[in-house]
């Protein structure tokens, strides 16, 4: 019989035939081996593991800090409107309530998101230029069936902001992952134009406000103006309504009537000339205590004229979403103001700070991942040296060079897997044990099995990496003198 | 009767550190029939321990023949070695070299892993009670005695369904009485599956209870010398 012919045949019968039930026992040897050295292979596992956990929490933080500013980028509207300036501060201030507003915009800049007939109806209701009247808005037509909300800024209620807006604010604006739910009330109901109760001076709180600042319907509160620790305006606003938690920046705010806003001392830009009318009642519009009435009446009060209001900002939404662009290039080519989009900023800010910041933490813990296989390295290749007897006899059993570089490489790969999965499970252990916080303070929700994207890579990489950090000892195996390692 | 192994001028020299090297093995001829047993006679260092590997395809002579059930082990790669080895070959040591990672039983299956290809559990688990160890099939090598160990090391051997037993001193390390066991353990596994044997030992009453007794000094033309 032809010897090389021999081989062939014994080979493939050997490997057609059994090829399953050898590649389990190659496994289960690798696996007598790790329990073998048990403390060692724990230890190098555990290293592993923390390795990645860390790099599972870094991306399921970066999902949550995403995934938070994604979702409270859009609640409904795509252009936020303001002064010239940086379209992320406006997003920013506007958006999510943070960093300090850019400047004002005059009421007329408002006006021109209106038609001419709701334009008529405000000068004639506050009174100002007739020649406003005589047009509809410079961007009414990308409104259509859209809305303009207008926002004021700079007061505050303890540490949260107060934002004084109009009852459209309730009506128009949705949130949640599909952009479907309205703004709902644990208690009371969205504040109203006018009352006969509380007249201008409604509010409205999100639910981290109400909680934090121990408020609920019926209460008062006093703002403050410029910052948390500003003087006090005299006017209070009467709380009328409690959202219920949107996950939102919303839920950081308080809501005031934006005439209420207007009619507090130092919210009127100066003009120079007033009426006759107004020196009977205070330059800001607020009555006299003595003329303070138990049923408020709208002519209790001078609202601001138009040339005396300004808006911080502006929430737009075009009636035909493919408007959107086309309006943005057609405020930023004015002199006075710009659009920016919500979701584009936020994808810029991620993008320049968080995403870099982020790619540095993932480096950090991917270094941690590396420095564990460098671990798995260590840990196999000192056992070499008090294995290479056990290599021998396995060869001399009939165990060819690969089976015995299998057997070493599947240990790493042991190693690596158990570490990998056990990492994950902590890092989402962990996760999940801070859920209701991170619901809380980003209304995120996140569950055991929430996962980023990236995590998917997490087990080849490590696979990868234990496969490299294998391949000594693997060679090393793969070397071992059968006849001299048996006569040792 | 059929020849189980022929070994036909076989020369092996080591090389040495300060340069040459010396010959270790000169077998002009040795034979070994089907289901014979022949115990191998020899000195320490007289190159027993060489010839075993030479045979189990370990080592590759550096002249000669070695057929084994017809095959010609120097014609065959490494691998090819490998697997007529496990298919065709088991192997006692004389130091047992069970592994210390597994149980009895695994350390038998092991020897079918390699072997055959497939661990069947009913077949160690029968070769463990053959050799009287069935109720130790659990135990780890080192809670098991000097004895014990080298009778698990024989049902290893006999594992993978071998058609010849090369067998390394296999009663050196263990006491007279347990000696006596081993090697009728050896003889009676092997008869019962008609497997040649050849055992290497330098103890004379040791190898005068196999039917054909070699002395390896006859047989070994190599001399000590520097090329």
């Not at chain 1, 996140?446 to 490590?462: D, H």
Request: negative net charge; contains cysteine.
């Amino acid at each position: 019989m032809d010897s090389r012919k021999y081989g062939v045949i014994l080979c493939q019968s050997n490997i057609e035939q059994k090829v399953s039930k050898r590649t389990m026992n190659l496994i289960q040897i690798a696996w007598r081996n790790f329990c073998h050295r048990s403390l060692s292979s724990i230890l190098t596992t555990l290293s592993l593991a923390l390795g990645v956990g860390l790099v599972v929490l870094v991306l399921s933080i970066y999902g949550v800090i995403n995934e938070a500013f994604t979702r409270n980028a859009s609640v409904g509207y795509n252009l936020v409107v303001g002064p010239k300036g940086s379209p992320l501060q406006l997003t920013l201030n506007s958006v999510f309530y943070l960093s300090q507003p850019i400047e004002n915009l005059p009421y007329t800049e408002y006006m021109e998101f209106l038609s001419e007939a709701e334009r008529s109806e405000m000068v004639d209701r506050f009174g100002g230029d007739e020649e406003l009247k005589q047009r509809g808005g410079r961007y009414a037509p990308f409104i259509g069936d859209g809305f303009v909300i207008p926002l004021a800024l700079g007061d505050y209620f303890g540490e949260f902001r107060v934002v004084g807006t109009t009852p459209l604010f309730f009506e128009k604006l949705r949130h949640g992952p599909t952009l479907e739910q309205t703004f709902t009330f644990s208690s009371g109901r969205a504040f109203q134009d006018f009352s006969e109760e509380h007249s201008y001076f409604e509010a409205v709180v999100g639910s981290r406000v109400a909680k934090e600042m121990n408020v609920g319907v019926g209460d008062q509160f006093f703002p403050t103006h410029g910052d948390p620790t500003g003087h006090g305006h005299d006017l209070g606003f009467t709380i009328v309504g409690v959202m219920d938690p949107t996950g939102t920046p919303n839920d950081r705010a308080a809501f005031v009537n934006l005439e209420g806003f207007y009619l507090m001392d130092g919210h009127a830009k100066p003009i120079e000339e007033t009426t006759a009318d107004d020196s009977e009642k205070t330059p800001q519009g607020k009555l006299s205590p003595d003329l303070e009435p138990k049923v408020a009446k709208r002519d209790d009060y001078r609202l601001l004229s138009i040339p005396e209001r300004e808006v911080t900002s502006l929430l737009v939404r075009t009636g035909n979403i493919m408007f959107a662009p086309s309006m943005q290039n057609a405020i930023n080519e004015g002199i006075r103001s710009q659009a920016a989009a919500p979701v584009g900023e936020i994808n810029k800010l991620m993008g320049l700070i968080v995403g870099p910041l982020k790619n540095a933490m993932l480096m950090i813990t991917l270094i941690t991942c590396v420095v564990a296989a460098v671990g798995i390295l260590v840990s196999i290749y000192n056992s070499m040296n008090d294995r290479k007897r056990d290599i021998a006899v396995m060869r001399a059993l009939g165990a060819r060079r690969s089976t015995v570089t299998t057997i070493i490489i599947y240990e790493s790969l042991l190693v690596a897997t158990i570490g990998a999965i056990v990492g994950w499970i902590l890092a989402h252990a962990g996760i999940t044990a801070y859920s209701g916080t991170i619901e809380d303070q980003t209304g995120v929700q996140v569950g055991f099995f929430t996962t980023s994207g990236n995590e998917v890579w997490i087990l080849p990489l490590v696979i990868l990496l234990a496969l490299i950090a294998a391949l000594l000892p693997a060679w090393s195996a793969y070397r071992t003198d059968v006849g001299s390692n048996l006569s040792a | 009767m059929k020849v189980m192994l022929q070994i036909t001028n076989l020369v092996k020299s080591f090389p040495q550190p300060e340069g040459g090297s010396i010959k270790v093995l000169d077998v002009p001829n040795l034979q070994v029939n089907e289901g014979e047993h022949v115990a191998l006679i020899g000195q320490s260092g007289g190159g027993k321990t060489t010839l075993l590997h030479l045979i189990a395809g370990l080592l590759t002579p550096d002249e000669g023949s070695i057929q084994i059930n017809g095959i010609e082990l120097t014609k065959l790669s490494e691998q090819g070695r490998d697997r007529f080895r496990a298919g065709t070959i088991g192997y006692v040591f004389q130091t047992f070299n069970l592994l210390p990672a597994f149980t009895a039983l695994e350390n038998v299956r092991l020897g079918m892993t390699f072997g055959s290809g497939v661990a069947e559990s009913e077949r160690a688990i029968d070769l463990l009670e053959r050799v009287g160890l069935g109720d130790r099939a659990h135990y780890r090598p080192r809670q098991l005695s000097v004895g014990q160990q080298q009778r698990v090391a024989i049902a290893r051997a006999m594992a993978g369904k071998p058609r010849i037993l090369l067998a390394d001193e296999p009663t050196a390390n263990v006491d007279p009485k347990s000696a006596e066991t081993v090697l009728e353990l050896i003889r009676e596994t092997c008869a019962e599956e008609k497997v040649a044997i050849l055992m290497v030992t330098h103890d004379l009453q040791i190898a005068s209870q196999f039917e054909r007794v070699d002395q390896l000094d006859e047989i070994n033309q190599a001399v000590e010398r520097s090329r």
